[in-house]
Nanobody
């Protein structure tokens, strides 16, 4: 079992930055792939970024590529999402997710169905 707790959300002006953190419980955190998803009001949950446990390969949605960076610190059982150049359309509840499956294709890491564990979410609001 893995429990995930997100933090770091808040209100920021367009062009600003935020860093989200996701603290995970469990002794085998370094064996889990981690992902960030977001859900805006009235919209479906969408993929933002993911990072494998092996070699730390990362994947991003086109909408955040070049602005967001996902990283992990296995010693602290924490994954981060650094968000720069924020836009009003980035406003959403951001969720952290984990899976113990080492998918050969990133396709599965870019879909919510590929994950086994979810955090409760943290609100990010970007004002114009």
């Amino acid at each position: 079992q893995v429990q995930l707790v997100e933090s770091g959300g808040g209100l920021v002006q367009a062009g600003g930055s935020l860093r989200l953190s996701c603290a995970a419980s469990g002794r085998t955190f370094n064996r889990y792939a981690m992902g960030w998803f977001r859900q805006a009001p009235g919209k479906e949950r969408e993929f933002v970024a993911a990072i494998r446990w092996s070699a730390g390969r990362t994947y991003y949605a086109d909408s955040v590529k070049g602005r967001f960076t996902i990283s992990r610190d296995n010693a602290k059982n924490t994954v981060y999402l650094q968000m720069n150049s924020l836009k009003p359309e980035d406003t959403a509840v951001y969720y952290c997710a984990a899976t113990g499956v080492d998918y050969s294709r990133s396709y599965y890491l870019e879909r919510s169905t590929g994950y086994d564990y979810w955090g409760q979410g943290t609100q990010v609001t970007v004002s114009s």
